[in-house]
Antibody, heavy 123, light 107 residues
């Protein structure tokens, strides 16, 4: 079945970097874009950025664009999100999510989600 | 950046009744709007895309309407499993943005 499986929880110190992986299966990886969305404890959803698995084109949220990099490895059908210069307010669950295809067109709505990766930033 | 504003923040409704949730965009997003349901400890679930189209497997009691800047999610007859937090999201312009959520609770 179609699924996205993310890497495990991380604990990092302020100023460090984290790289979260998102392995896709059950579909043609290069046919869809992947977005990354995060959710701080008890808070709402925050879109971080999008990457085309076809050609690597990216778009980032302005507040994060200096610290986040999205990449893909088509040989392993895996997307990656790297966040640098971590701060305490980066503590959140990080999700990858796939664009939606309804049989006639692609939409930047997210039907398939990873299980989430908890990243804790603490000294 | 387009700001998405949801109302109310919390909605208390009895099972079997209708729930109406609102989402307003700070500028037109055409029909490029999605609705999600999220339960504690779970990833969000796509309900509606294109403002009014139900995603695969979504029950007919969920319906979406609107275009431009004003959108509505209606749940026609609330079931126990529908009590959750609901988010709208626009994907008309980069950066994509979410509303702050509406918590639907049992009255």
């Amino acid at each position: 079945q179609v699924q996205l499986v993310q890497s495990g929880a991380e604990v990092k110190k302020p100023g460090a970097s984290v790289k979260v992986s998102c392995k896709a299966s059950g579909y043609t990886f290069t046919s869809y874009g992947i977005s990354w969305v995060r959710q701080a404890p008890g808070k709402g959803l925050e879109w971080m950025g999008w990457i085309s698995a076809y050609n690597g084109n990216t778009n980032y949220a302005q507040k994060l664009q200096d610290r986040v990099t999205l990449t893909t490895d088509t040989s392993t059908s895996t997307a990656y999100m790297e966040l640098r210069s971590l701060r305490s307010d980066d503590t959140a669950v990080y999700y990858c999510a796939r664009d939606y295809y309804d049989g006639s067109g692609y939409y930047d709505a997210f039907e398939i989600w990873g299980q989430g990766t908890m990243v804790t930033v603490s000294s | 950046e387009i700001v998405m504003t949801q109302s109310p923040a919390t909605l208390s409704v009895s099972p079997g009744e209708r729930a109406t949730l609102s989402c307003r965009a700070s500028q037109s997003v055409s029909s490029n709007l999605a609705w999600y349901q999220q339960k504690p400890g779970q990833a969000p679930r796509l309900l509606i895309y294109g403002a009014s189209s139900r995603a695969t497997g979504i029950p007919a009691r969920f319906s979406g309407s609107g275009s431009g800047t004003e959108f509505t999610l209606t749940i026609s007859s609330l079931q126990s499993e529908d009590f959750a937090v609901y988010y709208c999201q626009q994907y008309n312009n980069w950066p994509f943005t979410f509303g702050q959520g509406t918590k639907l609770e049992i009255k």
